[in-house]
């Protein structure tokens, strides 16, 4: 079983940065991806960067070059640095891990992030 835990949202004004933490613990065998999600409550939850072992890092259109994802490779963490936000990025932000012998897709609770003046 593999625990999935978020972290680092909060608020914060347009042009500022936010860095989101996500922490994977537990059986972790096989890793295949590690990635961050995002919803707008209404709405489908979409991809916002992704990092998998065989085709690297890639992000969304709307975040490139504003957003950053990095890897702890010792400590099973991912992070989010996110830069120059924008009001349309507020949504609450998953992490979601594939692994496993059997594979398997775990996801975190979720971490709100609202961009407001």
């Known amino acids: 079983q593999v625990q999935v835990v978020e972290s680092g949202g909060g608020l914060v004004q347009p042009g500022g940065s936010l860095r989101l933490s996500c922490a994977a613990s537990?059986?972790?065998?096989?890793?295949?991806?590690m990635g961050w999600h995002r919803q707008i409550p209404g709405k489908e939850r979409e991809l916002v960067a992704l990092?998998?072992?065989?085709?690297?890092?890639k992000y969304t259109d709307s975040v490139k070059g504003r957003f950053t994802l990095s890897k702890d490779n010792f400590k099973n963490t991912m992070y989010l640095q996110m830069n120059n936000l924008k009001p349309e990025d507020t949504a609450v932000y998953y992490c979601?891990?594939?692994?496993?012998?059997?594979?398997?897709?775990?996801w975190g609770q979720g971490t709100q992030v609202t961009v407001s003046s």
């Open positions: 990092f998998t072992t065989s085709n690297g890092t």
């Open positions: 537990g059986s972790i065998f096989n890793l295949y991806s």
């Open positions: 979601k891990v594939v692994a496993g012998t059997v594979v398997r897709a775990y």
